[in-house]
T-cell receptor, first 112, second 114 residues
Framework: GDSVTQMEGPVTLSEEAFLTINCTYTATGYPSLFWYVQYPGEGLQLLLKATKADDKGSNKGFEATYRKETTSFHLEKGSVQVSDSAVYFCALNNNAGNMLTFGGGTRLMVKP | EPEVTQTPSHQVTQMGQEVILRCVPISNHLYFYWYRQILGQKVEFLVSFYNNEISEKSEIFDDQFSVERPDGSNFTLKIRSTKLEDSAMYFC????????????FGSGTQLSVL
């Protein structure tokens, strides 16, 4: 079945550091890929998405590129802020239904 | 931005008891979902609901679970006879379209089965 694997956290960075959170997937067909973010005490929010190979999703300074050849969708940000501290979830939808398959989540902590 | 509202935020129940988790999706959304996250594990899909019926469900969503949209605004998840392993954070979500579209999640109900 479909699956998503994320790097385990927590990831601890200083403010203005470069962020990469790795995400790889296993799926049949051509899934759509997503990054969701969960800030403390809140629900998951869509951060960005990409629906086909080589698409780049971007939002709030975060980027991720859909790499079919490596089945990856790594999340990057050039300069993190304390307010980026949250849990980040990579997910896929295999376009055969309404189900999102999530990775385990990666907690990011940014220190001033 | 519109929000999905879940109540209660925490629910404690005894094993074997029935529990109902409540959600108010965004008003003009058509698709409704329940997900759960057991502590330290992945967020797992339970069920999707569209046009007043279940459109998709996972293996987790067995006969002990049911969903209902009793009126035009609420969406509920019922667990008929809770088990210890049902302890988890339960997230409700809604979307205007399919899961390719943006899902709006509630902040969750933490269910503890004792």
């Amino acid at each position: 079945g479909d699956s998503v694997t994320q790097m385990e956290g927590p990831v601890t960075l200083s403010e203005e550091a470069f962020l990469t959170i790795n995400c790889t997937y296993t799926a049949t067909g051509y899934p759509s890929l997503f990054w969701y973010v969960q800030y403390p005490g809140e629900g998951l929010q869509l951060l960005l998405k990409a629906t086909k190979a080589d698409d780049k999703g971007s939002n709030k300074g975060f980027e991720a590129t859909y790499r079919k050849e490596t089945t990856s969708f790594h999340l990057e940000k050039g300069s993190v802020q304390v307010s980026d501290s949250a849990v980040y979830f990579c997910a896929l939808n295999n376009n055969a239904g309404n189900m999102l398959t999530f990775g385990g989540g990666t907690r990011l902590m940014v220190k001033p | 931005e519109p929000e999905v509202t879940q109540t209660p935020s925490h629910q404690v129940t005894q094993m074997g008891q029935e529990v109902i988790l409540r959600c108010v999706p965004i008003s003009n959304h058509l698709y409704f979902y329940w997900y759960r996250q057991i502590l330290g594990q992945k967020v797992e899909f339970l069920v999707s609901f569209y046009n007043n019926e279940i459109s998709e469900k996972s293996e987790i969503f067995d006969d002990q679970f049911s969903v209902e949209r009793p009126d035009g605004s609420n969406f509920t998840l019922k667990i008929r006879s809770t088990k210890l392993e049902d302890s988890a954070m339960y997230f409700c979500a809604s979307s205007g379209g399919t899961a390719y579209e943006k899902l709006f999640f509630g902040s969750g109900t933490q269910l503890s089965v004792l």
